[in-house]
């Protein structure tokens, strides 16, 4: 999507991914190597009651479909970062995950007009509607015809 098409209330879909055991372990393996999400036996005896992905492997799925969605070709080159995120429900192996992505905020800075920003909370859902992330996000464009 170009920055022109964001509006104020816009709903954004994308998904589902698929997420698998293997890429839970080997996420968490490289980047958030805590018991609860590389280790399946003594997962099922935790809190969890089984193996739950990083929050941080959900926040990347998110992104991943956000690119897919809405930034990919656009002049999105990058955030100043996040506010609030969330993390609702566990994520397991076998779930399904979807985005929807509502915009708050699509404007153009006042100061620099070359420059887009977007606001949009996004929320990241299983297969049985629950919410499994929460995030609010801003994206910059780059408006200068330089991108």
């Given at each position: 999507m170009?920055?022109?098409?964001?509006?104020?209330?816009?709903l954004?879909?994308?998904?589902?991914?698929?997420?698998?055991?293997?890429?839970?372990?080997?996420?968490?393996?490289?980047?958030?190597?805590?018991?609860?999400?590389?280790?399946?036996?003594?997962?099922?005896?935790?809190?969890?009651?089984?193996l739950?992905?990083?929050?941080?492997?959900?926040?990347?799925?998110?992104?991943?479909?956000?690119?897919?969605?809405?930034?990919?070709?656009?002049?999105?080159?990058?955030s100043?970062?996040?506010?609030?995120?969330?993390?609702?429900?566990?994520?397991?192996?076998?779930d399904?995950?979807?985005?929807e992505?509502?915009?708050?905020?699509?404007r153009?800075?006042?100061?620099?007009?070359?420059?887009?920003?977007i606001?949009?909370?996004?929320t990241?859902?299983?297969?049985?509607?629950?919410?499994v992330?929460?995030?609010?996000?801003?994206?910059?464009?780059d408006?200068?015809?330089?991108?």
């Amino acid at each position: 999507m170009k920055f022109a098409e964001f509006k104020d209330g816009m709903l954004i879909k994308a998904g589902p991914v698929a997420v698998t055991e293997a890429e839970i372990l080997e996420f968490a393996r490289k980047y958030d190597p805590q018991w609860f999400h590389t280790d399946p036996q003594r997962a099922a005896e935790g809190r969890w009651g089984g193996l739950i992905a990083s929050g941080w492997h959900t926040c990347a799925l998110a992104m991943r479909m956000a690119v897919d969605a809405a930034l990919h070709d656009s002049e999105s080159f990058g955030s100043p970062g996040l506010g609030e995120v969330r993390w609702r429900t566990p994520v397991r192996p076998g779930d399904t995950l979807r985005l929807e992505a509502r915009v708050q905020g699509a404007r153009t800075s006042s100061s620099r007009p070359d420059l887009g920003i977007i606001t949009w909370a996004w929320t990241v859902l299983n297969q049985h509607d629950e919410s499994v992330l929460e995030m609010d996000a801003t994206s910059l464009f780059d408006l200068s015809g330089n991108n």
